[in-house]
């Protein structure tokens, strides 16, 4: 079946590190994927998302490209903050699940001053 | 302000007890879900619900039971609380296509 794959943490970085978290995918369809961020106490938001091959999606300095040659997702940002600290989760989403979500296990991120 | 709100955030109860977690949305999204968080294990779908009148089973369903009570609100039920139940609860809708809208979650912890 469909399935998320996201690199293991803790990841710890200093302020102004770049920072590649990543994330592989199975599916036998042509699947949306999905960054979610989840800040301490807080539900996951959405970070940013692709919905075919090649698209870029990005937002507050996070890039993540669909590439379907690699099957990868992997979410990057040039210079991390501190408030930047979170839990960070890959998803997909397609008509062989429903439209429902299947996310990876999540990674924390922490970045020190 | 629009999403999804859960009640309560917190609840502390006894093996056997029972209790529902509620959820509301006010976005008109057809679709909802109850995940659960456990450490090291990413969320796991329990129930959802693709439309008003529908509720189907997902990865982790035993011991949960759930109600779409109209398109707005989906509740979560146990009916005899076990420890193994001790988690963070997120209801989530989506409209298709548009990803998901989390409520804030509920933390529960069974003793």
């Known amino acids: 079946g469909d399935s998320v794959t996201q690199m293991e943490g803790p990841v710890t970085l200093s302020e102004e590190a770049f920072l590649t978290i990543n994330c592989t995918y199975t599916?036998?369809?042509?699947?949306?994927l999905f960054w979610y961020v989840q800040y301490p106490g807080e539900g996951l938001q959405l970070l940013l998302k692709?919905?075919?091959?090649?698209d870029k999606g990005s937002n507050k300095g996070f890039e993540a490209t669909y590439r379907k040659e690699t099957t990868s997702f992997h979410l990057e940002k040039g210079s991390v903050q501190v408030s930047d600290s979170a839990v960070y989760f890959c998803?997909?989403?397609?008509?062989?699940?429903?439209?429902?979500?299947?996310f990876g296990t999540g990674t924390s991120l922490t970045v020190i001053p | 302000n629009a999403g999804v709100t859960q009640t309560p955030k917190f609840q502390v109860l006894k093996t056997g007890q029972s209790m529902t977690l509620q959820c509301a949305q006010d976005?008109?999204?057809?679709?909802m879900y109850w995940y659960r968080q456990d450490p090291g294990m990413g969320l796991r779908l329990i129930y959802y619900?693709?439309?008003?009148?529908?509720?189907d089973k997902g990865e982790v369903p035993n011991g949960y039971n759930v109600s779409r009570l109209n398109k707005r609100e989906f509740s979560l039920r146990l009916e005899s609380a076990a420890p193994s139940q001790t988690s963070v609860y997120f209801c989530?809708?989506?409209?298709?296509?548009?990803?998901?809208?989390f409520g804030s979650g509920t933390r529960l912890t069974v003793v």
């Open positions: 998803a997909l989403s397609s008509s062989n699940t429903g439209n429902q979500f299947y």
């Open positions: 619900s693709a439309s008003e009148g529908t509720t």
């Open positions: 976005m008109n999204h057809n679709s």
């Open positions: 692709a919905t075919k091959a090649d």
């Open positions: 989530a809708s989506s409209e298709r296509g548009l990803g998901y809208t």
């Open positions: 599916a036998t369809g042509y699947p949306s």
